[in-house]
């Protein structure tokens, strides 16, 4: 059956998503991990070291304006799971407003970013990536700070890395996480509707909740 965006979307409001094993791979899985990552928005956590960062990066954040730049950001390296067909089905959610980009620029260069899908109050990461040190640190405290500023509920972060979970994300069953799914899919969020704080909010209301 060929795979379409409609799927992608019924996929993942059902607990599962796409892989491809490489670039050129025309086979694409579905996976839904026995343990599931997920970044509580209520806990993420921002070092010393990141909010010097933060305060001093002299970065400039904006929201959907290059979602391809920052897909093919991702992917670009030796070995990606956005296969062809996956970055056009991706692509294609994107312009129906389900799929979103956060972007760091330093001046007109886009240096990192992180992009997912967006259902209900439920935001589904699928990666991030970074051209110069902490890009992609800064980028998830912006986003973070955007699902919570939104009124969205659930992060899924698919797995847990050690980079992840030095930011506060952790594991969870995969019953939890369905259940957790079903809660967040039945609510309404708007992940463009924020406007894009500056560095001093992002670091005040995040350390008011970690």
Not at 23 to 38: K, L, M, N, S, Y
Not at 160 to 185: C, Q, V, W
């Amino acid at each position: 059956m060929q795979l379409t965006p409609d799927m992608l979307l019924r996929g993942y409001a059902i607990g599962i998503f796409p892989m491809a094993e490489h670039r050129d791979d025309a086979e694409i899985f579905w996976v839904d991990p026995q343990r599931r990552g997920v970044l509580p928005l209520d806990r993420f956590h921002i070092s010393r070291s990141l909010r010097r960062r933060l305060r001093k990066c002299g970065f400039t954040i904006t929201i959907d304006r290059d979602f391809i730049g920052v897909l093919d950001g991702c992917a670009d390296r030796a070995e990606t799971w956005i296969s062809t067909e996956i970055r056009s089905h991706y692509i294609a959610l994107h312009a129906a407003g389900h799929a979103h980009s956060l972007e760091v620029w330093e001046g007109d260069e886009l240096v990192g970013g992180v992009y997912g899908v967006a259902i209900g109050a439920a935001f589904f990461g699928e990666s991030m990536f970074s051209r110069r040190r902490d890009a992609s640190k800064i980028a998830l405290a912006y986003l973070v700070d955007r699902l919570v500023q939104a009124g969205f509920q659930l992060f899924d972060t698919q797995f847990l890395t050690e980079h992840l979970a030095s930011l506060g994300a952790t594991e969870i069953t995969r019953a939890e996480y369905h259940r957790r799914l079903d809660r967040a899919i039945v609510k309404t969020a708007h992940f463009s509707a924020p406007p894009v704080p500056g560095a001093y909010e992002v670091i005040q209301r995040n350390s008011q909740t970690s």
